[in-house]
């Protein structure tokens, strides 16, 4: 394996623009606007925070985006050896001009001043897309998102339904779903109509996918209307759920978005795995973990039952990513889709990547997708996926199969952005 | 790590002569008659389907081999990244002189036409043999086979009893195995009776082993003839079975099964982790799927109450690889047993091969099986297993260890065929 | 990658001192005496046994050394492959200067007596810490262990307790605990302060962890006083406990050691996932294997509720690595620690460490210890590890991330010693 064949495999890899189908940004300020906003990461939070950080330190409030990057600072030299620390250095380096090999406490108000300068420029976001190469954004918007004051063409709405699926026993959930459907759902017809006035709502501003992540125990399954209806007018009503009433709300809800989905011809994208708070002291956003005794055997029923609605499936452990391969490998609508989280550091990237290679049909991998909070992460996250993606690309088709250096180009190519256009729909 | 150390040791591996133990050869008809034998099988017609190619194009009855095959090639487009479209291809190049780098809906027909003209010759199946290297290749065969007409020092009898331990409850299978048997069995001793003549039978025609695939959340356990009788009394008499007297009655058979395998002294080959028709719209043999929360604790009670039979254990999951490395490296009767099913692509072979190489007796370990329906098939897997496994020998052996190229070659042959004869018997 | 990159980052982690932070080592005979006690290491006895040898050749009273090995010689040909016979040959080479590149039926005598020559010299054990560079050893004591006649220095104690969280209902542990504690538990206060007795005999000789090795199943959880009492007097009274009642037994004395972990700062090693005696006809110590359906979410009340305790987490199955690499990563108080049993062979162990090195803060890495039971063994395992260690240095952060080779040094050198010193505290 010569290094070289690599670089050339990369290079029109890099080069090319993207489209990022899964992000977390808030298009009304997209990029960030002080290092805070980066170092505020919850990457380099709970890092920090699991380095000896207290958490009040960086969550104190009133706290100054400069003084926390200030009091983060010490910490970074706990975690330099880390993937996350990579991409930090990466964005400075490229964004900021910062030219040394590490942020320590002696460089970083000078890195923390000439990056405000830059940001507080007025064409900043648009410098962040043009050197990160990225034409489309997609977002994941919580279901009573107004979704205006944004270009939808740029900034691609994507339906998150965690909070519909999973909290409507709280109230202020339900209050917010009364408020954005006009509707108050007292039962199993009330309630699909209310959700199916947010999928009006958000088809009509673009929307391309419905989007939800999934405790390692959950099974869908469909739940009948009068069997729902009790339910839901308990829950509705504010009474508390027993366990068995809420996973039967969940299931019941789950299974409609599904038929939503189907209805509307929107991909429904399942990010497999997550616990929640599971560490009750972490910092925010660092407080989630998993089990990896999941399997996507839980989702038999729900495959089977929607052939027309594409599941782009993540998963959160590595331990679950031959699965992944082999239901999208048997299975017409699932397909797979990314690194997420904890299995996004390259160890898991790479292996994941040639088992999806090695196995699935072409057109049915979403290779990346950044997840991030602010723009800045699109280019290291990405760099770094096409880094790996250029290995295997060399090592096992260009050398194992001695497939030409374009051919395999053309394979990652798809993977990178093909599939993501063909999938999720392409501009208009 | 260079190139030619692995090409040095790969060459004596590529020109040895092989016994395939595991295929699903038809001994009667065991070569191709056509190309459509070779893309009928479920590897591409279930990835095609994947694809977007409706069931029922190809399985539409009467379809004719050329038009089934016109029907699958414009779907190779999108498979050619796996390594299944690269056994195709090299079957093609190395049996049919094919001289392309894809098969397209331009050049399909030629090869067809080509390949037809090969297939055709008397000669075919011992073209087949010959150029593969093999010397024996080991059957499936359902526990009715009458084993006649072929010749089984060549195509080697092993009995499979999926049918008697998961399937007694069927009428049809009852009635072959009153047929096969000549008795009619009505409890414990009766059924084990019939089973009895079931091995003679398979013994006076040279078997060399029992095999059979099991679920994820199979655990065998003794079960008394007494407890058995009500249930072998119900079953047999046409009644329902609830899931407790099912899988009592499965339990009850598998153990008697490894009775006699220790009564005649029979490996029994262990095929663990499949779940039957997860998607029920697949393709033929393309519905099955497995869960990786599996463990050979399972298998606990069974390998402590049979010291003398010897298992062969095949998982399904790569997960479940290091438990086989394990179990094989602790229990005198469990050997490692080829690349199974979803984890037969370079990715899993590679890992599990290292990891058994490194902690398993040399002499416990069975390379690979083909798994195959039609005899082209030994040629391609049994190349990329043997590609992989001179890479392990090269780096882990030869670099690693600094052993000779000719020691690391022996250990290669050591698992490629000596442990088969060792472990299932020679021709004599 | 170039092997020179690797062998000059090597150099100096091969030549810096160590600290082994668990084994098994007896302080009062802590070298071997001949090369029996090498070979009668477990690793040894159960490969030779799984590959033919039957258990009582090994295990018959009164065999003498010499003839123990003599019986175990012709089955090292059936494991020269294992990374095991690796560590034997590296030994046998370095301590007893032997040259040949197998140890047969033909040598084996020459070598025996060799080797007890230099066994039996005053300075051996010297010579042997000298020539491993060992500075320090970490014991894994019995509770009633008086602790005398050893430099704690050296050897430093660490407080095993599985027999007292999971064999209080054998009449021989409450009786050693009665004898060592000078007390007479019959219910939860009593019982602690027995065990708190325990933890001032060991502080007072400079005890540095508690430590415990669990089975898959097992979940921590808090067990208030008046439910244990019941339990603890029916168990100390000498009658059988339901399962129930021991496993809230087993649960009350874990929590009640964590307690004392906190009161006494001394970290608390949770070696998780082992099965005992799942082969009963297994040699000594051959008998234990695991199950993978094992999640560290097992441990989230422990973890949340203890956060001033530092639980250095060993993990059996490799499909724990990534849950133990997330959880590090989040919880503040959770530490990587070592490659154990079944996952201490190159390609788990380099997995797991490029895992840990790319996403765990590097002052939360405890990169190896031995496990050893005689002295001779700490040099080819920490060989092995460096060796490995070296290569994903010069691999991910030389070649990937452009790191300095010193630079890459002095984490290599902080996962394999600082760290252990900053987390267990250092000689005075």
Excluded at 179 to 184: H, L, T
Aim: contains cysteine; aromatic residues 12%; proline residues 6%.
């Amino acid at each position: 394996m010569s290094d070289s064949l690599i670089a050339e495999i990369l290079e029109p890899l890099q080069s090319m623009r993207l489209i990022d189908p899964h992000t977390h940004i808030n298009p009304l300020q997209p990029a960030s606007s002080t290092l805070a906003d980066i170092l505020g990461y919850h990457y380099y939070t709970e890092l920090a925070h699991s380095s000896g950080l207290p958490r009040p330190r960086i969550e104190e409030p009133g706290l100054s985006p400069k003084e926390k990057v200030g009091r983060l600072v010490p910490w970074l030299a706990k975690i330099e050896n880390t993937a996350q620390y990579g991409w930090l250095l990466e964005m400075c380096q490229v964004f900021f001009d910062f030219r040394e090999e590490r942020i320590t406490e002696a460089n970083w108000e000078s890195l923390y001043d000439q990056s405000l300068k830059k940001m507080q420029t007025p064409e900043w976001e648009q410098t962040v897309l043009e050197t990160s190469g990225l034409d489309q954004v997609y977002l994941t918007n919580d279901f009573d998102d107004p979704l205006d004051g944004f270009d939808t063409r740029m900034y691609v709405p994507c339906l998150r339904t965690d909070d519909l699926v999973f909290h409507l026993t709280k109230p202020a959930v339900r209050e917010r779903l009364q408020k954005s459907s006009q509707a108050s759902p007292g039962d199993a017809a009330s309630l699909k109509q209310a959700i199916s006035r947010l999928f009006d709502h958000f088809k009509a501003r673009g929307v391309r996918a419905c989007a939800i992540s999934l405790p390692p125990d959950f099974s869908p399954a469909a739940v009948s209307n009068s069997a729902a209806d009790v339910v839901i007018a308990k829950a509705f009503g504010g009474k508390d759920l027993t366990a068995d009433e809420s996973g039967l709300l969940n299931r019941f809800v789950f299974w409609s978005l599904a038929e939503f989905c189907a209805e509307h011809k929107l991909p429904f994208d399942l990010m497999i795995g997550v616990n929640r708070r599971v560490y009750e002291g972490g910092v925010f956003q660092g407080q989630d973990l998993f089990d990896n005794r999941v399997s996507l055997i839980q989702y038999k029923a729900l495959f089977n039952a929607f052939p027309t609605v594409t599941f782009p499936v993540s998963v959160l452990s590595e331990t679950s990513n031959q699965e992944l391969v082999s239901y999208s490998w048997i299975f017409p609508n699932v397909v797979t889709c990314g690194h997420w989280w904890y299995s996004n550091i390259p160890v898991y990237i790479e292996r994941d990547t040639r088992g999806r290679l090695q196995a699935v049909p072409q057109t049915k991998q979403i290779g990346y997708y950044s997840d991030m909070y602010k723009l800045e992460f699109a280019l290291p996250k990405f760099a770094m996926y096409r880094r790996i993606l250029a290995k295997v690309l060399a090592e096992d088709f260009v050398t194992g199969r001695r497939w030409s250096i374009e051919r395999a180009v053309t394979l990652g190519k798809t993977v990178l952005r093909g599939n993501v256009e063909k999938i999720f729909g392409t501009c208009d």
